[in-house]
């Protein structure tokens, strides 16, 4: 990547695709509008359906928009603050479920499978060299962060880096045709990251904010809250500098998905957004460039409860309610389902005049 | 069907139907809760979906479920209570959608498509004749009710029979091959009689649980209440005797849809309850047999208010809030997508020993 950058900038790749998110295409939101309430169904009766299909259709910019390719990018890295025994699971875990997604036998895969996407498994930070594979993307910017309880997780370098690598991946991906896309991610360790960087961008204390991430014990929620606190103390990071805020308190898969976010809205991808960890790398994406907002949609509110605080302070409103706390994109998969089931809402559905009913009475 | 009736009260056929359902078994249920358990995801972390997967191995008393065949089963009649303006529409777009159905064209078409399920349309009681196609059963117990707020909606035998209409839909249908179904009907008019069932059995006030159906304006509002009211004062509904309740102030697709729901019970078949009219249905089938309640699963929660009212009184929690109100079964079509995710995730993920993955730190 040294090479590309000659005489660039290091944010260069990030501004250029940042330049590139245009406003929805509000003409063709309209239309789809009259579209849908013209279908064979009262005004408004199918609901979110119907909001989601005007959204793609803006995001689009398709008058008949067909989520054909589905694809859902789950990005494993892994997280130096697990040192403080954050996690209720040890850290080798992040690497064996790698290979979990490789073989297929994850909850991600189960789930994508149902939904009709496939999942791009990308190691942007694994502590440890994993076997290659044509099912893994190997964009490792570092063994693992640096434990933010003692200093920043990762230099400024290095979170500029971990965007670009996203936005890389999304770009190769895309390639190969993209209609929509769903984030996920694993890394033991990365609740603790995605709290400490809820914490910072919306001022609400690290209490209110912290869950129980796969499951540690009062006492161990009690010793992450302590850590989260000291992480920020130790790094000090402005919330008014999104790219701070990612390198000290935050990870390498949080900074792929952020570029993977960017990037998809540069290219005019509808984006759902899985859980807490996706949650808190669209939160960054949201600084970054608050225009990446309405290319979002968001999966469902988990039971990690930072989640629910990063939906209200972006603004978004969460499909399902299904008390899912597992990541890997498992809920954004389930979103992808109903995008598509709203879509074909859209495009499928027999209007009154062509099928020959009657409409409201006046 | 009299000849078959010969010798037998007017109830045998419903009474057989609720005496096969059983208890789900819940030695089996253990069992799916171990597996969950063992699953290379934190402990629970898939939330509402693997309850939902226990749920339907107890149902169905199989081990590994598959649920290859999906039936959506959406009921049409007429309601004479139409005739004090109570809806939206005309009465003849009940026909004309029943023809949609029969196209393909209607929301259900496209959402059980979607979800991978086949729409078995049932006139039970459309006002006029319809024309016969291979896609269409034709089960007419009348054409249409009764207006239910000058007398009863039906006679007690046209309840009865109604009821035993749906069983025989759903024997049909299952000898073809049913893993779950869902509920779905059309029929202008019918969110009055699903008001007035509800009012009748939780005894909440009809202000409380009327809406606005199809889309009346307030004026509408307030006339389809003093209908409700009326109705329930002219034919003083027994709640204790819920074919009374049924025959007077509910419709031929509510009564069909109470066979279906039993029967499918009785056949360790899954019961995706759609929306408000649905829900009206399931309460009319609990009041028969309680038993059926572990037999269903709540889809959404409709827009209509009675609904919320039906689910917490049977102690249902819905899977979706979409805000989606249209009926049909459109909202069950996406209920039953996430049964099947649920399922599909018991039965397809690798387990922690399988994947070697390790386990939390005790």
Do not use: W
């Amino acid at each position: 990547m040294q090479d590309k950058r000659k005489g660039k900038s290091l944010m260069d790749k990030i501004k250029e695709t940042t330049a590139n998110i245009k406003g929805l295409d509000t003409k063709l939101m309209e239309e789809a509008q009259e579209r849908l309430d013209s279908l064979t169904k009262p005004l408004g009766s199918l609901g979110r359906l119907e909001e989601l299909a005007k959204q793609i259709v803006g995001i689009s910019a398709k008058e008949s928009p067909k989520l054909k390719n589905k694809v859902i990018f789950t990005l494993a890295a892994d997280h130096g603050v697990t040192e403080e025994g954050v996690s209720a699971y040890p850290k080798e875990v992040t690497a064996q479920m790698v290979y979990n997604f490789v073989r297929g036998g994850a909850g991600i895969n189960v789930l994508a499978k149902h939904s009709g996407a496939r999942v791009v498994v990308v190691d942007i930070g694994v502590a440890e060299d994993l076997k290659s594979s044509p099912e893994l993307v190997i964009r490792k910017i570092g063994y693992g962060t640096k434990n933010m309880a003692k200093g920043p997780a990762m230099t400024r370098d290095e979170a500029i880096k971990s965007i670009e690598a996203g936005i890389a991946v999304f770009e190769e991906e895309f390639k190969k045709g993209i209609d929509i896309i769903g984030t996920g991610e694993m890394g033991i360790g990365n609740t603790t990251a995605a709290s400490a960087i809820t914490a910072v961008f919306t001022g609400r204390s690290v209490e209110e904010l912290t869950g129980r991430g796969a499951g540690v014990d009062d006492k161990g929620l009690k010793n992450k809250i302590e850590i989260i606190k000291k992480a920020i103390k130790v790094n000090q990071p402005d919330p008014k500098d999104a790219i701070d805020v990612l390198s000290k308190v935050g990870g390498f898969e949080i900074g792929g998905l952020v570029g993977i976010i960017l990037a998809a809205a540069s290219k005019k991808v509808p984006v759902v957004i899985d859980g807490f960890i996706s949650g808190a790398a669209a939160l960054v994406a949201y600084k970054i460039e608050p225009k990446v907002k309405d290319y979002m949609i968001a999966a469902h509110c988990s039971v990690e409860i930072g989640h629910r605080i990063i939906l209200d302070y972006i603004g978004l409103k969460p499909l399902l309610d299904l008390d899912l706390r597992l990541g890997e994109g498992t809920g954004a998969a389930l979103g992808i389902s109903l995008a598509d089931a709203a879509v074909k809402i859209l495009t499928q559905m027999a209007t009154f005049k062509s099928a020959n009913v009657s409409e409201k009475i006046k």
